[in-house]
């Protein structure tokens, strides 16, 4: 995970409390400031161990009593300046060479494309840097994991038609090692919201896993506390001492959660229905004019 502004990760790492271990990479000082940085956390269900880093990657071995496995993890953060993007090539080339185990799985903003259909607008790709990655990908054995929604994972946020531009530039790749491994995978492109980069999620399993099983878990909302009324819908749960203990923690959930969808409206619908239309939008963000309506929209999902 790739973090803009280190400033900000002592209190970031303090809101996760013991819930993660974690590994920086501090590019503030000695890369480039605030467009610098790596971050990687773990759930300390899982052994990890770091072998190497730099300014530019983090690489470990991930190992998992869940199902036994052991495998390799990079997290990679390429070269933005246009003299230095072969250096990204050069960087996976290196670090393919080390093949101490051959399940690795490596991710990133590469700051490269593959083709010509992964950009649009801007100056025509380079065709020499778009090769050398796709050479790169060859001679290391690895594979695009591929994607679902928008292809485009980054955009300048020009509102302008001659000087908008998007581009795929993160990308999940993995040997076939990796993906008979871990066979179930899919990697989808999220919204991207306050940030000139879409979230990318690439989930997982040696085992298929029907969705339609999973149970729905409530959850206290913040904004309940907002309103208050929600002191009167507590109280209310809590008059009757005849009910155990335990059944009136349940009960008080069920009430504010209840109340909650009436006073507010489902949260979780709204904020959807929001993203979709932001996405809409994204999707027509060659058009002049549009990335005023995108910042509306943004703001009214934020809030």
């Given at each position: 995970?790739?973090?803009?502004?280190?400033?900000?990760e002592c209190s970031f790492l303090n809101?996760?409390?013991?819930?993660?271990?974690?590994?920086?990479?501090?590019?503030?000082?000695?890369?480039?400031?605030?467009?610098?940085?790596?971050?990687?956390?773990?759930?300390?269900?899982?052994?990890?161990?770091?072998?190497?880093?730099?300014?530019?990657?983090?690489?470990?071995?991930?190992?998992?009593?869940?199902?036994?496995?052991?495998?390799?993890?990079?997290?990679?953060?390429?070269?933005?300046?246009h003299h230095n993007k072969f250096l990204?090539?050069?960087?996976?080339?290196?670090?393919?060479?080390?093949?101490?185990n051959p399940n690795w799985l490596i991710?990133?903003?590469?700051?490269?494309?593959?083709?010509?259909?992964?950009?649009?607008?801007?100056?025509?790709?380079?065709?020499?840097?778009?090769?050398?990655?796709?050479?790169?990908?060859?001679?290391?054995?690895?594979?695009?994991?591929?994607?679902?929604?928008?292809?485009?994972?980054?955009?300048?946020?020009?509102?302008?038609?001659?000087?908008?531009?998007?581009?795929?530039?993160?990308?999940?790749?993995?040997?076939?090692?990796?993906?008979?491994?871990?066979?179930?995978?899919?990697?989808?492109?999220?919204?991207?919201?306050?940030?000139?980069?879409?979230?990318?999620?690439?989930?997982?399993?040696?085992?298929?896993?029907?969705?339609?099983?999973?149970?729905?878990?409530?959850?206290?909302?913040?904004?309940?506390?907002?309103?208050?009324?929600?002191?009167?819908?507590?109280?209310?749960?809590?008059?009757?001492?005849?009910?155990?203990?335990?059944?009136?923690?349940?009960?008080?959930?069920?009430?504010?959660?209840?109340?909650?969808?009436?006073?507010?409206?489902?949260?979780?619908?709204?904020?959807?229905?929001?993203?979709?239309?932001?996405?809409?939008?994204?999707?027509?963000?060659?058009?002049?004019?549009?990335?005023?309506?995108?910042?509306?929209?943004?703001?009214?999902?934020?809030?």
């Amino acid at each position: 995970m790739e973090t803009k502004k280190l400033k900000n990760e002592c209190s970031f790492l303090n809101y996760l409390g013991d819930q993660y271990e974690s590994f920086i990479v501090d590019c503030f000082t000695s890369g480039g400031g605030k467009s610098g940085g790596l971050i990687f956390l773990w759930n300390p269900d899982f052994n990890v161990e770091i072998e190497m880093h730099d300014l530019s990657y983090i690489d470990t071995v991930i190992s998992s009593s869940i199902d036994n496995s052991v495998w390799r993890y990079i997290g990679m953060y390429g070269y933005p300046q246009h003299h230095n993007k072969f250096l990204a090539c050069d960087t996976i080339t290196n670090l393919s060479s080390n093949n101490w185990n051959p399940n690795w799985l490596i991710f990133g903003d590469f700051d490269v494309i593959l083709n010509s259909s992964e950009k649009l607008g801007g100056n025509p790709p380079g065709l020499n840097i778009t090769q050398m990655f796709r050479d790169t990908i060859n001679v290391c054995n690895l594979n695009d994991l591929g994607f679902s929604c928008d292809i485009f994972t980054w955009a300048n946020n020009h509102d302008h038609d001659n000087s908008h531009m998007k581009c795929r530039l993160d990308r999940f790749l993995a040997t076939p090692e990796w993906i008979s491994l871990f066979p179930n995978h899919s990697n989808t492109h999220f919204i991207k919201f306050g940030s000139d980069h879409n979230p990318i999620l690439l989930e997982f399993s040696k085992f298929n896993h029907d969705r339609s099983k999973f149970h729905k878990v409530q959850r206290f909302e913040q904004i309940w506390l907002n309103n208050e009324g929600h002191n009167k819908v507590v109280q209310q749960t809590w008059a009757n001492s005849q009910i155990p203990i335990a059944q009136r923690l349940s009960l008080t959930l069920t009430n504010m959660s209840n109340w909650g969808k009436e006073t507010f409206g489902n949260i979780h619908r709204r904020i959807g229905t929001t993203q979709e239309a932001l996405g809409a939008l994204y999707n027509m963000s060659d058009q002049q004019g549009i990335m005023t309506q995108i910042k509306d929209k943004e703001k009214e999902l934020d809030e």
